[in-house]
Each structure stands twice: as C-alpha cells, then as structure tokens.
C-alpha cells in the first residue's frame, strides 16, 4: 500500500502551487485530477473542439449541477443538462489555469477588511479575514515570479503596494489601439494602467514566450507561455522526482478513521471505472470551490453526520461569484480617430489596459461605496460566434448575398473593443451550495446543487461603472456601444463555500485554510475566501496557496 506526505484533489492554480512547494521542500506528494493529462503540443486553436463541444469538461450528461433559481417568487431547480448552463471550468491536469485570459491583480488592502472599512450592508454576509495584504503580499511576490506575470507598475491611488519595483518580465506587446484608449482616458480624467498579464512576454526556463496566436482566452497555450499551473509550477515539480501526478482519478469522498483524521481518499478511475484507495498523512483538496463543498459534503460519516469539517454548518455557504457585467463598442474604419486602420486590425497583440478609478467610489450623487475594477480587451476572436453575432435588419434575419455581405463587413470594416467589469459579488444566504437530493452523476454521488442569487448592491456597482466605461467607448469614437450588468454569476469566477476564519463556530478553516474539525485536511483553492474583492480571483489563489504550503511544511517538519 502506498503512501504519501500529502495527497492533493486537483491539479489547477491552487493544488499546482502547493505541490511545486512542497515537492521542492523533499516531501512525496501525490496530484489526484479527474480530468486527463493534454500535453502542450496537443493544444490547438479549435473552436469547435473547445468553445462549442466538451473535450475539456465533462459531458453534461454524465456529470452536471443543479441550479435553483426564483422564478415568479419561488426557488425552481433545473439541471445543467437542461439549461446548457456550464459550472466545469477545464477538467483536465493544470484545472482552468490552462485557459485563463491571464489577466490577474492582486487584492486591494481594503478587501481584506470590507467589514471594518465599508460597515455592513443589508441582506450581505460581510465579514474581515483573519489575514491582512502585508501577510499575503510576500506571495503575491512570489507567485508572480514562479509563474511569471508581464506588466509595468505605476503607482495608483487602488494599486495595492508591492515589495519589488516592476513586475519579473515586460508587457507583452500590446495593439496599436492603445493610443485612442490612453488618450481618450486621459481626456476623461482617468487614468488606465498596463494589465498584469499571467503570460510571458520573454522565455523563461522551459517555457517559451508568448506568440501572439490571437485565440488566448479559452484556449491552451502551445509555447508554454500562459502561467497555468500545469506549465508553471506542475512540470518543476514532477521534475523533482517527488510528485506522483495520477490523472483520470475523481475522488467520490475523503475517508475518516477518527473524527480529527482522513486517513485516504476514494476514488475512481474514470477509464476504467475500478475504484481504489489513495493513503496519506495531509490531504489537500484544491477542487474548485462548489466542487470541493461537494466533496466534503459526500465525505459525511459517522464522525462527521452533515459532511466532513461542518460542525459550524457554514459548509457550503456563501459561495461567491464576481459581480459586475461586460459592455462593448465598434471601431469602423470610416471614423477611425489617433491611429490607422490597418494598426486596429494588426492581430495577436492585447489591449493591455486597466482602470482601478473606480474601485472606491465617492459620487455626490450616487454616494460613497466598494467598487470595481475594469479590464479593455478586444471581443473573443472566435471566428464562428463573430460571424453568427447580429444577422438580423429590421428583426428579420439575413440570407444569400446580404448575410455574406454583413459577415465580410463585420471581419474587414470594423474591430469591437470590450470591457469587462469586475466587482464584489456579496455573500449572502441565498447563495450556497448543498447536495442535491435525487439527481447524482454517472459515479453515484449526489450533484452539487447551487442557489445563485446575487445582491442588488452588485448590480448597483457594475451599473455605476458600466455607464463609465460606455462613455471611455464614446471618446474613442466607438459606434454600437452597449453593457449588460446582472445579477448572473460567472460560471468560471467561483469562491467561498469554505470560509476561513478565527471562530469554528462561524467558519470551516482556519487561518491557514486548515479545517477547524479535522487537523490533517486542508482546502486551498478559492474556497477559503469570505469575500471576493473586485478582481479576478486568479492571483490570490496563487498566493494564498503558497502561503498554505508553507504551513504545512512546517507542520511536516515539527512531526
């Protein structure tokens, strides 16, 4: 029977980052991942295969979730088979890391205490973390050399503070528009800043910088370049020697042979279906948050009755998205300002700009409260959703020579730049996930059934910044300008369930994402987070896990 130091459920940013620390500190680690192994070779830029098919995730029929929503004032559930609404995120070795933008920020001093700065709002469950930025800034610093994160800082009233001057590589190379964009900011009174960007503008070790293929977003990266966790932190560990990585194996439940001790995992071979037994001293689960709630919730027993480490009942609760909602505008050719058109249309190279103006908002209209943060991009470049978008005129739809001439235009006349806005989505009691009581996947388990409500106080935000954003499009000469802000989650932004906290009482972990009930259980993936803050959650689970890994090793070495 083989043993190991630590087991870890899942292979994506967080479960990455802990098996790259420990594997370097001596230890034997095994990386348990449902999904198969994809080299970076077998990566390519097909939209059918990975945008409109399920080669990444898994089929909907065979693995799914509920979702309860209110609809005319009562909670109706429906199963994703159904809806075609997605919760997976990339099941494969390396997680949703793989097909991230990259573009990532650290957290606001402020968002780790938005209790104590903002006071508390109605109908949101609001609270400080048992950690401040100082304790995470020294991983942030370290995630961001490990992985390798292109940018160029300037300082900024909502820039966090950082212990090194730049970031390790420079920005990636950025299209021409960003002269209209800067200067229209600028003519605006706001100032837009270089993104943070997790892919590589220059080669570093065995990674190869960034190729400008002009598909990055939703697509595996074949030079190496985008900071995945496969690339950037899984490939250093298994070249250590201490990382056993078994793909296709989905862990169905953690086994207790004490109330305070999992003693092993159970899981199955997804290709041959035979279930075995992985044994070890620290079990890691890194799942993705409203899979990692399920797992400890189909993990209940004897010892633990409403689920493993839920002896304060928060398991599952608060599960939190990111607020805020998206917009965008054309550049036509005819009316094109500050640059040519042959400049807009140059392809592969990003938009590269952020607006933090907005991250605290002080309007003597619309008053003092949390806000956002902004990312410009140009819209995914999927050549089949372009050519499907808006072949209508006069609500009826195109056909022959007119549809042919409104695709060519829609590819040769015009570029559209978009924005994406990024705010707190509220924790509150109407978001949560728990098992689903009838419906169970092709394993047996029950599915995770998710209560998506949202708080008006988010759409509130993202609406005040959408209008912002709507007028930086005006300035740049944008025609066709739009925004949708809503109360729906984004299916690949997912967090808490798993708060941490001082109090066992009133949160599942603790500090160091250790599980209150039971010592040798950790959760490191988003999970732990009791707010959100108003970036994308990438980086901080890269920090925060180092940080986790570093507990544990000294836990390890006090054995």
Wanted: proline share 4%.
């Amino acid at each position: 029977m083989k043993h190991y130091d630590v087991v870890i459920i899942g292979s994506g940013a967080s479960g990455g980052a802990v098996a790259y620390s420990l594997c370097k500190a001596g230890y034997r680690v095994a990386v348990l991942e449902k999904g198969r192994l994809i080299k970076r070779e077998e990566f390519s830029k097909d939209e059918l295969a990975y945008c409109r098919r399920d080669i990444v995730t898994p089929n909907l029929f065979d693995e799914y979730h509920t979702i309860e929503e209110k609809v005319d004032g009562k909670w109706q559930t429906t199963p994703t088979y159904d809806s075609g609404w997605s919760f997976w995120n990339g099941n494969v070795v390396g997680g949703s890391s793989n097909f991230m933008s990259g573009m990532l920020h650290r957290l606001h001093p402020d968002d780790f205490r938005l209790k104590s700065k903002y006071g508390e709002i109605e109908g949101a469950n609001i609270v400080d973390w048992p950690i401040t930025y100082e304790e995470l800034e020294p991983y942030y610093t370290l995630a961001e050399e490990l992985a390798g994160i292109s940018g160029h800082y300037e300082p900024h009233p909502f820039e966090p503070p950082r212990s090194t001057p730049d970031f390790p590589q420079p920005p990636t190379r950025e299209n021409a528009v960003v002269k209209l964009l800067d200067k229209s900011c600028r003519e605006l009174g706001i100032r837009s800043l270089v993104t943070p960007r997790a892919v590589l503008s220059r080669d570093k070790g065995h990674r190869n910088a960034c190729y400008y293929s002009n598909f990055c977003g939703s697509y595996g990266c074949s030079s190496g370049a985008k900071s995945s966790s496969r690339e950037a932190l899984l490939q250093p560990a298994l070249a250590t020697g201490n990382l056993t990585l078994l793909s296709n194996t989905h862990v169905k439940s953690l086994h207790t042979d004490s109330k305070e001790h999992v003693s092993y995992a159970l899981a199955v071979d997804t290709v041959t279906g035979k279930e075995k037994k992985i044994y070890g001293d620290i079990f890691v689960v890194a799942a993705q948050a409203h899979e990692s709630a399920r797992l400890l919730l189909n993990s209940a027993n004897r010892h633990h009755p409403d689920g493993l480490a839920n002896s304060s009942g928060e398991l599952g609760r608060n599960l939190i998205f990111s607020g805020g909602g998206s917009g965008q505008g054309e550049l036509h050719s005819d009316a094109l300002k500050e640059i040519s058109f042959a400049e807009l249309m140059q392809t592969g190279y990003f938009v590269n700009r952020s607006i933090l103006d907005w991250y605290f908002i002080d309007d003597w209209w619309d008053g003092k409260f949390k806000g956002g943060s902004v990312e410009f991009m140009f819209e995914h470049q999927n050549i089949i959703s372009r050519a499907r978008k808006n072949n209508y005129d006069g609500g009826k739809m195109l056909w022959g020579s007119a549809l042919a001439d409104r695709v060519v235009d829609r590819f040769t006349k015009q570029k559209s730049i978009r924005f994406e806005i990024f705010n707190d989505w509220l924790p509150n009691d109407d978001c949560f996930v728990s098992l689903d009581p009838t419906h169970k996947d092709k394993y047996g388990m029950p599915v995770g059934k998710l209560r998506v409500e949202g708080h008006p106080q988010d759409v509130k935000v993202g609406r005040y910044i959408a209008k912002k954003c709507e007028g930086v499009l005006e300035e740049m000469g944008a025609k066709n300008i739009y925004s949708s802000v809503s109360s729906v989650p984004a299916q690949n932004l997912v967090a808490g369930g798993c708060r941490f906290g001082n109090d066992p009482k009133t949160s599942v972990l603790n500090k160091y994402c250790q599980a209150h009930d039971v010592p040798n259980l950790f959760v490191a993936d988003a999970s732990f987070m009791p707010t959100g803050g108003s970036v994308a959650y990438t980086w901080t689970i890269y920090a925060n896990a180092f940080r986790v890994a570093d507990h544990i090793i000294r836990s390890l070495k006090a054995v």
